[in-house]
C-alpha cells in the first residue's frame, strides 16, 4: 500500500469511526425523508467495501456567509432568503426534524438560469427528530427575525 492509501483507510473497529459512520447514515436517512426545493435533496446513503457514502444533490453556489462577506446581498435578496428558509424549516418541522445549527454558512445560495436564486438547507448533522420544538429551536428563529431586522 502506498502512504496515501494507509492515510486515507479508515480503522473499521474504531469506536469513532463508528460513531463517526453511525452520525452520518443518521443525517442522510433524516435529510432522505424530506422532499422539499429547499433542502438538499439525499438520493441514498450506505456502507460497502470503501466505507459509509452518502450520494446528494450536487449544489451550485455560495454559502450565506460567503455572500454577506462579500457584500452582495439587498435587503429584498436577504427577505427571500429568509423566506425560503422557513418553509423550508417548516417543512422539517411537519415531519418533526429540527436543523438545530442553522447558520449562514449551512445555507446555500444556488443562481437559477431565470436571474432568481434559490436557497438550499444544508447539514443537518446536529438534527434531531422531536414532537414539539425546543427552547434552543425557537431562539435560533428569533435569531433570524433579529439578524434581517433593518
Same mark, same amino acid.
Not at 88 to 97: D, F, G, I, K, T
Not at 98 to 121: A, E, T, Y
Not at 147 to 150: E, F, K
Given at each position: 500500500?502506498?502512504?496515501?492509501?494507509?492515510?486515507?483507510?479508515?480503522?473499521?473497529?474504531?469506536?469513532?469511526?463508528?460513531?463517526?459512520?453511525?452520525?452520518?447514515?443518521? %443525517?442522510?436517512?433524516?435529510?432522505? $425523508?424530506?422532499?422539499?426545493?429547499?433542502?438538499?435533496?439525499?438520493? *441514498?446513503?450506505?456502507? *460497502? %467495501?470503501?466505507?459509509?457514502?452518502v450520494v446528494m444533490e450536487l449544489i451550485n453556489g455560495r454559502t450565506l456567509d460567503e455572500m454577506v462577506e462579500e457584500n452582495t446581498l439587498t435587503w429584498e435578496d436577504l427577505r427571500e432568503?429568509?423566506?425560503?428558509? %422557513?418553509? +423550508?424549516? +417548516?417543512? +422539517?418541522?411537519?415531519?418533526?426534524?429540527?436543523?438545530? *445549527?442553522?447558520?449562514?454558512?449551512?445555507?446555500?445560495?444556488?443562481?437559477?438560469?431565470? =436571474?432568481? !436564486?434559490?436557497?438550499?438547507?444544508? *447539514? !443537518? =448533522?446536529?438534527?434531531? !427528530? $422531536?414532537?414539539?420544538p425546543s427552547l434552543q429551536t425557537i431562539d435560533h428563529l428569533a435569531c433570524i427575525f433579529y439578524?434581517?431586522?433593518?
Open positions: 500500500m502506498t502512504a496515501t492509501t494507509n492515510m486515507l483507510k479508515l480503522p473499521t473497529l474504531s469506536l469513532t469511526v463508528l460513531t463517526w459512520t453511525k452520525n452520518l447514515l443518521k %443525517e442522510a436517512t433524516a435529510l432522505s $425523508s424530506i422532499q422539499h426545493p429547499n433542502i438538499v435533496t439525499i438520493y *441514498d446513503a450506505g456502507i *460497502d %467495501e470503501d466505507g459509509p457514502y432568503i429568509i423566506i425560503q428558509s %422557513e418553509e +423550508a424549516l +417548516a417543512a +422539517a418541522q411537519n415531519l418533526n426534524l429540527i436543523h438545530r *445549527d442553522l447558520k449562514p454558512s449551512n445555507l446555500m445560495v444556488c443562481w437559477l438560469p431565470s =436571474g432568481k !436564486f434559490q436557497v438550499k438547507i444544508v *447539514d !443537518f =448533522g446536529l438534527a434531531k !427528530f $422531536s414532537s414539539s439578524i434581517s431586522s433593518p
